[in-house]
């Protein structure tokens, strides 16, 4: 059975870090795309940086270029975003979620399909 189960998450005032992780079980997903949507309040979920662990090619969304930095350890299969310089506009819960497709058709889908992976989610809260 596959799990995805995120942690890191945390309340931080702006200006602050935070790095979550993904870790994955179940199966191996180096070659798949592997990322982190996240949902404020009132608002459709959105993706925020994917990378496929095998090449490590990454994708961000704009509003995060420069201040996160996604990564992963093949061998644990696991993913991490390190976030810098947060800003109250970050917060939101923060899913992993597992496509095989590329970064960028991950990080831009806009509607689940059957064979995606989703963790529970953690939340991040960046007061100002």
């Known amino acids: 059975q596959v799990q995805l189960v995120e942690s890191g998450g945390g309340l931080v005032q702006a200006g602050g870090s935070l790095s979550l992780s993904c870790a994955a079980s179940g199966r191996t997903f180096s070659s798949y795309a592997m990322g982190w949507f996240r949902q404020a309040p009132g608002k459709e979920r959105e993706g925020v940086s994917c990378?496929?662990?095998?090449?490590?090619?990454?994708y961000y969304t704009d509003s995060v270029k420069g201040r996160f930095i996604i990564s992963r350890d093949v061998a644990k299969n696991t993913v991490y975003l390190q976030m810098n310089n947060l800003e109250p506009e970050d917060t939101g819960v923060y899913y992993c979620?597992?496509?095989?497709?590329?970064?960028?058709?991950?990080?831009?889908?806009?509607?689940?399909?059957?064979?995606?992976?989703w963790g529970l989610g953690t939340q991040v809260t960046v007061s100002s």
């Open positions: 979620v597992v496509r095989a497709s590329s970064v960028q058709e991950l990080c831009t889908m806009t509607r689940m399909r059957p064979g995606d992976y």
């Open positions: 990378i496929i662990p095998s090449d490590g090619r990454t």
